[in-house]
Structures are given as structure tokens and as C-alpha cells.
């Protein structure tokens, strides 16, 4: 077994890496979608919204830039363009979105799917005894319940 400068099995943290790299690529989809949605949004509750898509998107950016130095602390190089971006998202891309319920219900579909996804990097960092990854990935996924059970009871949905 062949460790890294951190003291992290080099082929455990390369499988990381390309999985944050994965990651890295659906919230760059995800913080497009939360800057649409903060630009286009319109109707009754345009005041608090384009107020709390604002607040979810200089989130977004943060956690953006946490995942990508989190791939060079791993030894890799972040994904950083949108033709990659696109390759690999898997979070839906949402286009002219304005009216408020259908903006609501894309941020918690794109939480769905980065809530998975977290959770397989949680289960794989954990194995690989990698603190760093597993922390960051139990502080996403803690916050990001917490914003799809508001975001559902918004929606008058159950979670």
C-alpha cells in the first residue's frame, strides 16, 4: 500500500478525487441554476426569494471552491470548465425559470441529487480513513437536509 504526502492510501485518494471532481461538477451546475433562478425570479414572493437565492448561491460558490481545494489537497486537478461541467452533471440544468414554484422545485431536485452523491464520498472517504473529505461531506449533507426540509415546506410538501 502506497501512501501519499498526507498519509492517505494514493489509490484511495485518487478514486476521491475523481468523485469530488464529480461533485465539483454538479455545484458548478447547481450555483448556474441558484444565479438563474436569483435573476429571473418574478411574482408575489420575488422579495424573499431573490433574497434567500441569493444567500444559497454565495453558499454554493463557497462550497464550489471548498470542493475544488479539497482535489488539490488530494494530489488531482479540479475540473474547471464547463464543457466539463456538463459532461458530468447529473444535477437537471434549469432554463429560464422564473415562476417561483417550479424555482423551488429545482433547487430541491438538484439537492437530491447532490445529497447522493455526498453520501457515496461520505461512505468512500470514511473507508479510506480520509477525515478531511468525510468532514466536509457530513457538513454538505447536514446543511443541505436542513434547506430541502424548508424548501419542501415551502412547497407544503412532506420530506
Known amino acids: 500500500m502506497m501512501l501519499n504526502t498526507i498519509g492517505l492510501e494514493s489509490a484511495k485518494t485518487k478514486e476521491l478525487a475523481n468523485d469530488l471532481n464529480h461533485l465539483l ?64 452533471a447529473k444535477v437537471p440544468v434549469g432554463k429560464n425559470v422564473s415562476e417561483d414554484v417550479k424555482a423551488v422545485r429545482l433547487i430541491v431536485d438538484s439537492l437530491t441529487e447532490l445529497l447522493k452523491i455526498e453520501r457515496e464520498i461520505l461512505e468512500k ?23 430541502v426540509w424548508m424548501m419542501k415546506a415551502w412547497l407544503n410538501e412532506d420530506v
Not at 470514511?126 to 447536514?142: K, L, Q, R, V
Open 25 to 88: 461538477a454538479n455545484f458548478q451546475i447547481y450555483y448556474q441554476n441558484l444565479r438563474g433562478i436569483h435573476w429571473n425570479i418574478k411574482g408575489k414572493s420575488f422579495f424573499d426569494l431573490h433574497a434567500k437565492f441569493e444567500e444559497l448561491y454565495t453558499d454554493a460558490n463557497a462550497k464550489v471552491d471548498e470542493i475544488a481545494e479539497r482535489v488539490l489537497t488530494l494530489g488531482d486537478i479540479p475540473l474547471h470548465t464547463f464543457e466539463d461541467y456538463s459532461a458530468s
Open 125 to 147: 472517504s470514511g473507508e479510506a480513513h480520509d477525515e478531511g473529505t468525510n468532514s466536509m461531506m457530513s457538513d454538505f449533507i447536514t446543511e443541505q437536509e436542513k434547506t
